[in-house]
């Protein structure tokens, strides 16, 4: 249930950002999981780590990659940039699309169960 709304969150967020061709200060967000090859995840994971190190000030590129780390498996770090994302979020001034914001409270809140269920929190 949680992969499924993991992955509903690919086909349903929208973002009108242009798409630059390379890596750049310049880089849309959204670049981090265009073109997703499911069978190429340790490339998307590492184009994802270039557009949170060029975006790391907004909670959507954490999302994004945080949703790329949840398929991989590696679920710590994952539910790590949730968490920094949720910060951003309270620390924020701007309004955050409320997809994101949702996807987010989504994952924190499974980040949360897991937690309690592996006796961390």
Do not use: Y
């Amino acid at each position: 249930m949680i992969g499924g709304l993991l992955l509903t969150g690919l086909g349903c967020r929208s973002r009108s950002e242009p798409k630059p061709s390379s890596v750049s200060a310049e880089t849309s967000i959204a670049d981090c999981m265009s073109d997703l090859d499911l069978n190429k995840l340790n490339k998307a994971l590492q184009r994802c780590n270039e557009i949170v190190e060029a975006h790391g000030d907004k909670p959507a590129a954490l999302a994004d990659r945080s949703l790329l780390l949840t398929l991989m498996g590696k679920t710590d770090q994952a539910c790590a940039d949730v968490t920094q994302a949720m910060a951003l979020l309270r620390q924020s001034k701007r309004s955050t699309d409320p997809m994101v914001v949702h996807e987010l409270n989504v994952r924190h809140k499974s980040c949360k169960q897991r937690d309690s269920i592996v006796g961390n929190g």
